[in-house]
């Protein structure tokens, strides 16, 4: 299915200190003079939330974190629990990124776990599968992801806004992407699982593709079939970058 309005998020993972602030301030005020056809979100981290949201407060560019802990509050030194994001500014929030997935051993369970906290506290989760490029010489990328999106999803997400990024851990930070014939492949399994898994209400849930975006093969990417936006990593650090793939949408 094509979207009509395609979700391109900004992932900054752990960069960004008060200096970067002005890259929001850019963005926002190029989307007041240009406005875009899609959503924007930006996804600092969450030392910056807060001050993010003063930046673009009354404009288009939505925030989002980039993870949340499974519990509400509680005795969890060093975690950020969903409604802690919802309060400093976020409105959605990346969970089962494939970074968390290999560093922090996070299962499909756990991701599943933390929809619910993200859902709980009015977020809007954005759902990470991908896989290695083991899996996919394999020939098992399509087994793999579609098994995760399934075991990843919470079941009360049927009636919620919610987007699944399909991000093949081979491409991210590598400058490789797929060929459109491999991520239509692998969009058309997910929204199939989406639909197995949640019924006809997930026909319309967007389907982004992240790993390796950038300004040059945005256009082509966000045209293949099932994709319905990007989640960025690098490009999405300096507004002129990430402006080009917002164009692109
Ligand atoms: P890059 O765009 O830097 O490859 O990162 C992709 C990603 O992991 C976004 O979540």
């Not at 491409?171 to 399994?189: C, D, K, R, S």
Request: glycine residues 10%; contains cysteine.
């Amino acid at each position: 299915m094509k979207q009509s309005v395609k979700l391109i998020v900004g992932n900054w993972k752990m960069h960004g200190l008060s200096a970067d602030l002005g890259e929001a301030a850019t963005l926002r005020q190029a989307l007041e003079e240009e406005s875009a056809s899609c959503r924007v979100v930006l996804c600092p981290p969450a030392t910056l939330l807060d001050r993010m949201r003063t930046v673009v407060e009354g404009g288009a560019v939505e925030l989002g974190g980039q993870d949340c802990h499974e519990k509400p509050a509680g005795a969890f030194t060093g975690s950020t629990s969903a409604a802690m994001l919802a309060d400093a500014g976020a409105s959605l929030v990346i969970l089962g990124h494939s970074e968390r997935r290999a560093a922090f051993g996070e299962n499909d369970a756990a991701v599943a776990a933390k929809v619910e906290a993200a859902i709980a506290a009015g977020l809007e989760p954005i759902v990470c599968v991908g896989e290695t490029l083991a899996q996919r010489e394999a020939g098992d990328a399509v087994a793999v992801v579609s098994a995760q999106v399934e075991n990843s999803l919470a079941d009360s997400l049927a009636e919620r806004p919610f987007a699944v990024a399909y991000e093949p851990v081979w491409a991210i930070g590598t400058g490789l992407t797929p060929t459109l014939e491999q991520i239509a492949e692998v969009h058309a399994a997910l929204r199939a699982a989406l639909v197995r898994r949640l019924g006809q209400a997930a026909a319309r849930i967007p389907i982004l593709y992240g790993g390796s975006v950038k300004p040059e093969n945005a256009a082509e990417i966000l045209a293949a079939s099932e994709v319905g936006g990007a989640l960025v990593g690098g490009a999405s650090l300096k507004a002129e970058d990430f402006l080009k793939i917002i164009r692109a949408a």
